[in-house]
Structures are given as C-alpha cells and as structure tokens.
T-cell receptor, first 119, second 116 residues
C-alpha cells in the first residue's frame, strides 16, 4: 500500500530534550516536506527536500533541522525543543514527474501526523 | 492578503444531500494547482481532488467535484450524496508553480457535519 508513515504518532517531552520524528514514504517520491498545524494559523511549511541531499527552508524553519540521506526518509529533528513547538506535525511527499494525461502527479500525500507536546 | 479564503467555518448538511464548500484564492502566478484535503477527527490529511489552472474541465473524483471558476478565482468543493463519514474538516490549498519550494498554502478550513 502506497503510504507515508510517521513515528511516533504522539509524543510528550520536556524543554531541551532532543527528539527526532521520522518520516518514510514507499512511493519513490523525490519531494518531501514537513508542515506544522496550529489552531488559527493553519498548516505552515517547515522544511522541504527536492531529492537526496537537497533540503531547504520553508516558512517556519527556526528550531528545526532535517536531513535527506535516503530517498524514502526525511526525519525532522528538534535539537532543543521549546513549548512553542507544541503542534501537530505532518510529513508529505510527492513526485516531481511531469504531469500525467489526467490530473497531477505532484499531489502531496500526507502522513498520519505526529502530535507533539513540549512541557 | 490571504491567498486562500474559506469563508464558512462550519456547515451542516443532511445525509444524502449535496453540499458545497467555498474556496477563493489569490495569486498572480498563471500556473497553479488547487487541492482539497479532508481532515477527520483522527487528524490525518486525506487528499480528495486536484484542479490545475490550465485544466479546461472541472475535476471530479467519485462523489467529489470541484467547481472551478477561474475568472472569479474560486474553487468550490461539491460533495454529492453526503454520508455520515463525510463529517470532518475540509481544507482548500493552492500551490503556485512558479515557486520552487512547492509549498501548499492552506485555507483556514470548513468543518462539515453530516446529520442523519
């Protein structure tokens, strides 16, 4: 089954304790991205990657790191989490292939989300 | 200025009836894509339907159709024959093709409740 997986799904941690949220996709997608969702602010892009070893900042990158050593994985790293990083996090992936005959092949498919609470 | 506007914070619909969720957008990029996602109470984001700015026909996917009016910059989602399982938050999103980072810009969402 084609999917994007994230782990953990829920995490409660304390300020300053480094954590990693993993993201993996099995669709051979080149593009991967992280978003956070906050009430009243909607979903905002944190970081994205166009391919292996190619990453760049989104709208709200402060306090986050990412890496893309393999095509299927795109972990999100919080080196020193703070309470304002409490949020619902989504990983997404899409193909960079040219558009097919019908519809778009660059639709972003989302993982199930990770609900993070930083105390 | 808001790039994606969803003016209906909440909507009610009777089971088996059709419902239209509104979305207007703002962009100067001639090439863009419009998406609708569903977010049930469990939290995941489920892709529903896509419309490209150059598409001549309105997109359809099963019970979902997108009423695309380019001149009005609107991309309303129509759900036909509503089911109880359609109760969820619905987000309209846009991707401007001119930006390299391919970020989706989301609206604030519409909470749809289907009543039996």
């Amino acid at each position: 089954e084609a999917q994007v997986t994230q782990n953990p799904r829920y995490l409660i941690t304390v300020t300053g304790k480094k954590l990693t949220v993993t993201c993996s996709q099995n669709m051979n997608h080149e593009y991967m991205s992280w978003y956070r969702q906050d009430p009243g602010l909607g979903l905002r892009q944190i970081y994205y990657s166009m391919n292996v070893e190619v990453t760049d900042k989104g709208d709200v990158p402060e306090g986050y790191k990412v890496s893309r050593k393999e095509k299927r994985n795109f972990p999100l790293i919080l080196e020193s989490p703070s309470p304002n990083q409490t949020s619902l996090y989504f990983c997404a992936s899409s193909s960079l292939a040219s558009r097919g005959l019908r519809g778009s092949t660059d639709t972003q498919y989302f993982g199930p989300g990770t609900r993070l609470t930083v105390l | 200025a808001q790039k994606i506007t969803q003016t209906q914070p909440g909507m009610f619909v009777q089971e088996k009836e059709a419902v239209t969720l509104d979305c207007t957008y703002d962009t100067s990029d001639p090439s863009y894509g419009l998406f609708w996602y569903k977010q049930p109470s469990s939290g995941e984001m489920i892709f529903l339907i896509y419309q490209g700015s150059y598409d001549q026909q309105n997109a359809t996917e099963g019970r979902y159709s997108l009423n695309f009016q380019k001149a009005r910059k609107s991309a309303n989602l129509v759900i036909s024959a509503s089911q109880l399982g359609d109760s969820a938050m619905y987000f309209c999103a846009m991707r401007e093709m001119g930006t390299g980072r391919r970020a989706l810009t989301f609206g604030s969402g519409t909470r749809l409740q289907v009543q039996p």
